[in-house]
Nanobody, 116 residues
């Protein structure tokens, strides 16, 4: 069955860094564009970063541009989100999402808390 398993979340101080991972299984990973979304308490889920199926193109929300980097390794069926200069506003549950045409899959999320 399809699985997307996020890891790497945790508690970090403002200005710190984290790297999230999302391991995929149960579908042809290299055919899917992949994204990271996040949802803070009381807010709607928002798109953070996206990467094409071959990793050739990426896109970012303005709020994270220059601080976050999305990447993927199609040999490991895994995507990553490297986060630098974390701010309290980055506190949220982070989800990975796989999309191809009208098919999409969500992971269960990993909590990122930025606090001193």
């Amino acid at each position: 069955q399809v699985q997307l398993v996020e890891s790497g979340g945790g508690l970090v101080q403002p200005g710190g860094s984290l790297r999230l991972s999302c391991a995929a299984s149960g579908f042809t990973f290299s055919n899917y564009a992949m994204s990271w979304y996040r949802q803070a308490p009381g807010k709607e889920r928002e798109l953070v970063a996206v990467i094409t199926s071959d990793g050739g193109s990426t896109g970012y929300a303005d709020s994270v541009k220059g601080r976050f980097t999305i990447s993927r390794d199609n040999t490991k069926n895994t995507i990553y989100l490297q986060m630098y200069s974390l701010e309290s506003e980055d506190t949220a549950v982070y989800y990975c999402y796989a999309r191809r045409s009208f098919t999409g899959y969500w992971g269960q999320g990993t909590q990122v808390t930025v606090s001193s």
